[in-house]
């Protein structure tokens, strides 16, 4: 995995001192053009570079012939050029000792052009020869907002007056993060947004870690379409947690068709949905499904201090309000408790018999007309320990009244070092009133119930997070070479060494084998059909249980031949398996295979014959701790079947934890050349787990041919 860019090594390109526009027109709607306009605002120098226009003024700024002939060499360097003239121009800026270009041309990689996909390869080998970092190709530019620097070409970002502070943001897409940064328009807090385009030098991973360095940051609003190596991710994760700031990111492309259209859009690899919430997860982000929810719910972790509790206040003037907010907060998960005493005591005191002095508390419309009443109560709950935050509901926008009230709010919620979340109800949208709020520092908005109280439990989420424990650490297998499938006996071998809870079991070529084994293990005895070429047995009548004697083995052994023979005659077959008849208990899957994004991912889930009909599962990036493979049981729907379900014996959680994580641990040591594993099931109890049944596919060795294949996804996992 490719190292993070230091944010040091990107300061002079992204917050820059001087700007040089390399292909500035007189037209006043080019691209060169519009960024100079960009830059009315700015302190530093901005200089054209226009040969035709050398020695003149242009859009306020002096032009000049060429980069070599700037007064010196730029921090940051717009090239607004076509894209046969970028190279020449990355070169000209390298040579003056420029620190680092914005490049807008299109027609690279994004294209179905093999040629140009490997002219944007060149052109990120010699900026990197070059030590010249590059940002695009075909972006939208950035802006630094500190600075008031607008390296872009969308229109009259000068006009944005928002104070500086609060979200960064990063996007591949240039409109997408353009349409973010416009929020700045209606007062709130914007510090910093970039747009990566191609990712042709630095991706959305580099240009995050550059804004978790700056200290007017305070939370990032991420989308990403693809990333050349997603396991980046987890290294800016670890920058964030060190930074305690956090990442809200957006997936874009989770279905098939916008997976496609983010390949072709970015020149990216779009991995599987599931795998990417789950190393968002890890990465310690918090994910979010919606674009609309992106900047509400980092605006909101950009306010939010820690929280002193885990429960939700609502304080309304509408029944009505305070009713749909309690719905979504249970929809969400959120704790609604009572009020103390001594808080429901001030609020009956207050409010009208007709209103409620629980929670929701329902002020009535007498709100309207008493102030003090409206700031009593919301006092009490503020105060009241039991609470996190405190919601209000605006449900009617009344411009000359609701900027008075959110003046009134916001030294409320710094004092109590809570803050309050404003529920917008109107369809009046714009003016006053919600731009009240968002100036506000200590008030949060939100257009939308169910985005307001997922944003509050995503909060609660990550001052949850702890610091994450060790994997337990597995010798590298001996693998056997060349492109491989391995069945039962062969994969369960090398479970075994690598300290996985395996049963006794032995090979028999034949009938009275069979008994030899069966007795030297112990009735009751499982038989299963072992054939390299058989990897569903039990669809062939394979398998054969709970055989209690000699005369029932000999039997046995006879129906699975026979199946064999009928089912699958021109499969190898080795004879049969012979194990122990274990104890029944829950069945897990666990899997694991090579996902392009992030390397080994892992599998758990419920297994046996239900994998596949209920696809309970939840995935991971391997290595994962104890820890980490506890928290995967307890977040399956099928967690009360470990729990002690309906009066049933506990499974012993800590060593199934266990040997999920050495399995994870297993797995990730098979390095590339794993293709999948899979244990189904791993029989769990109240005595441990052991694993039943197993499979592994290899890949070639390096240098060696490969096969086609069909790569089945996690979810499609199946009992052997």
């Known amino acids: 995995m490719e190292k993070l860019r230091s944010p040091e090594s990107l300061k002079r390109l992204l917050a820059p001192r001087s700007v040089a526009v390399i292909g500035v027109s007189a037209e006043p709607t080019g691209f060169g053009a519009r960024t100079v306009q960009n830059m009315a605002n700015f302190d530093g120098p901005v200089w054209c570079v226009n040969p035709k226009y050398a020695g003149q003024d242009l859009h306020g ?155 007017e940051v305070r939370s990032i609003a991420l989308a990403v379409e693809g990333l050349r190596d997603a396991r980046r991710l987890l290294a800016l994760g670890e920058m964030a947690r060190a930074a305690g700031k956090p990442i809200v990111v957006l997936k874009l492309g989770r279905g098939e068709i916008g ?39 980092a605006g909101f972790l950009a306010k939010a201090p820690p929280p002193k509790a885990r429960g939700v206040g609502i304080v309304t003037p509408s029944g009505g309000a305070g009713i749909m907010a309690a719905d979504h907060a249970e929809f969400a998960g959120l704790d ?73 709010l916001d030294p409320m919620a710094e004092r109590s070092g809570k803050p309050i979340c404003i529920m917008w109800i109107p369809e009046s949208l714009e003016g006053a009133g919600p731009e009240s709020v968002d100036t506000a520092p200590h008030l949060s908005l939100f257009r939308s119930t169910r985005r307001m109280m997922n944003a509050i439990r995503l909060w609660l989420e990550y001052h949850d997070q702890k610091a994450e424990a060790d994997a337990p650490r597995v010798a590298a297998p001996a693998l056997p070479g060349g492109e491989a499938t391995l069945m039962e006996a062969e994969a369960k071998a090398l479970f075994r060494e690598a300290g996985l809870p395996v049963g006794e079991e032995r090979c028999a070529a034949d009938a009275e084998g069979a008994v030899r084994a069966a007795e030297a293990i112990g009735y009751p005895v499982v038989l299963k059909l072992d054939s390299p070429d058989v990897a569903h047995k039990t669809e062939v009548g394979g398998v054969q249980l709970n055989l209690a004697d000699a005369g029932t083995v000999r039997d046995a052994f006879g129906r699975i031949m026979e199946g064999a023979k009928r089912h699958a005659p021109d499969a190898r077959v080795e004879g049969v398996l012979v194990q122990r008849m274990e104890r029944r208990g829950v069945e897990l899957i666990l899997g694991a295979r090579r996902d392009p994004q992030f390397g080994t991912m892992l599998l758990v889930g419920l297994g046996g014959v239900q994998a596949e009909l209920w696809k309970d599962v939840a995935l991971d990036v391997a290595p994962v701790s104890s820890a980490r493979a506890e928290a995967m049981l307890r977040g399956l729907k099928s967690w009360p079947l470990f729990d002690g379900f309906r009066g049933a014996a506990k499974v012993d959680v800590a060593k199934v934890a266990d040997a999920i994580a050495r399995f994870s641990a297993f797995a990730a040591a098979c390095g590339d050349r794993l293709e999948e594993v899979e244990i189904n099931p791993l029989l769990c109890r109240d005595d441990g787990c052991v694993a039943v049944d197993g499979l592994m596919k290899l890949s070639a060795a390096q240098g060696q041919p490969k096969a086609k294949r069909h790569e089945a996804e996690l979810e499609g996992a199946t009992e052997r």
């Open 259 to 297: 997976a496609q259209a983010a390949m072709s859009h970015t020149g990216s690899l779009a991995g599987s949905t599931a795998a990417w919430s789950a190393g968002f997860k890890r990465a310690g982000m918090l994910e979010v499904e919606d674009f609309d929810a992106l900047l509400e719910t």
């Open 61 to 215: 700024r002096p032009c000049f012939a060429s980069v070599d002939e700037l007064p010196s060499a730029p921090d940051s360097a717009v090239i607004a050029l076509p894209r046969t003239g970028v190279l020449p121009a990355v070169e000209a800026l390298a040579r003056k000792g420029a620190g680092g270009a914005v490049i807008y041309a299109s027609g690279y990689g994004e294209t179905d052009l093999p040629e140009r996909a490997v002219e944007e390869e060149e052109l990120r080998a010699r900026a990197r020869e070059l030590g010249l970092p590059l940002l695009g190709v075909n972006c939208l530019g950035f802006v630094d907002h500190v600075q008031r620097c607008g390296a872009t070409f969308m229109p009259e970002y000068a006009k944005m007056t928002a104070p500086a502070g609060g979200v960064g943001v990063v996007s591949q897409s240039g409109a997408m993060g353009y349409a973010l940064m416009q929020a700045a328009e209606r007062g709130f807090a914007m510090a910093h947004m970039l747009t990566a385009g191609n990712s042709t030098d630095l991706d959305v991973c580099d240009l995050a870690a550059f804004q978790l360095a700056m200290p």
């Open 336 to 408: 609604l408790p009572q009020p103390r005493p001594h808080t429901a005591e001030t609020l009956r005191a207050s409010i009208p018999e007709f209103g409620s002095p629980r929670n929701p508390c329902d002020l009535t419309a007498q709100v309207a007309t008493n102030p003090k009443l409206f700031e009593d109560c919301m006092a009490a709950m503020l105060e009241d320990d039991q609470y996190a935050t405190v919601i209000f509901p605006v449900v009617y926008h009344n411009p000359a009244t609701t900027p008075s009230r959110m003046k009134t």
